[in-house]
């Protein structure tokens, strides 16, 4: 089990826009940045998010982040086949003193 | 370019032990917070370990606790995680990741090395 929750799965046509939600508690997402990665089939993971909103050098604008309160959303825009790939959101916990991961959301462009 | 390159994995018997390397390259890895993810076969990505920027601190899930160290050479601009008593459950890829502190994301991260913990 999760300290954060996401979807285990969302799907969306080329083109369509998707977003995978992230909910934690008032330890972890509400008082700490929101970081989210892509997991693209067998290879590692990449930062996609990083400080609840920001894009790395070289991430297109179709990913977005935000953060209300103890969630936070990726938003993929202009869906691709390319983007087929896991994506964990990701952050410190203050309670336990660990970084913690969501358990991930597949998405499937269909 | 700023690389991260994993080695160490292999087969090992439960109770043993390995030690696995992380290979810096485009920045120090001795003045830079650093971090072990672990992904078991068909699961989700598992934090294991982290240790400061300034060395002070480490930290640990807790079913890794008084068996995986982290540490890192000066010299050789590595990373490591020694893993003593192995379980089945040790089982899984594991990735370094360059930290970054306060900020609490993970910027940088290598291919990963496979650890199998098998009889």
């Known amino acids: 089990q999760s300290v954060l929750t996401q979807p285990p799965s969302v799907s969306a046509a080329p083109g369509q826009k998707v977003t995978i939600s992230c909910s934690g508690s008032?330890?972890?997402?509400?008082?700490?940045?929101v970081s989210w990665y892509q997991q693209l089939p067998g290879t590692a993971p990449k930062l996609l998010i990083y400080e609840n909103n920001k894009r790395p050098s070289g991430i297109p604008d179709r990913f977005s982040g935000s953060k209300s309160g103890t969630s936070a959303t990726l938003g993929i825009t202009g869906l691709q086949t390319g983007d087929e790939a896991d994506y964990y959101c990701?952050?410190?916990?203050?309670?336990?003193?660990?970084?913690?991961f969501g358990g991930g959301t597949k998405l499937t462009v269909l | 370019e700023v690389q991260l390159l994993e080695s160490g994995g292999g087969l090992v018997l439960p109770g043993g032990s390995l030690r696995l390397s992380c290979a810096a390259s485009g920045f120090t890895v001795s003045s830079s917070a650093m971090s072990w993810v672990r992904q078991a076969p068909g699961k989700g990505l598992e934090w294991v370990s982290i240790i400061t920027g300034n060395g002070r601190d480490t930290y640990y899930t807790d079913s890794v606790k008084g068996r995986f160290t982290i540490s890192r050479d000066r010299s050789k601009n590595t990373l490591y995680l020694q893993m003593n008593s192995l379980r089945a459950e040790d089982t899984a890829v594991y990735y370094c990741?360059?930290?970054?502190?306060?900020?609490?994301?993970?910027?940088?991260w290598g291919k990963g090395t496979t650890v199998t913990v098998s009889s």
């Open positions: 990701g952050t410190w916990d203050t309670s336990l003193s660990d970084a913690v």
């Open positions: 990741a360059k930290y970054i502190e306060w900020k609490d994301y993970m910027d940088v």
């Open positions: 008032s330890t972890n997402i509400g008082n700490k940045f």
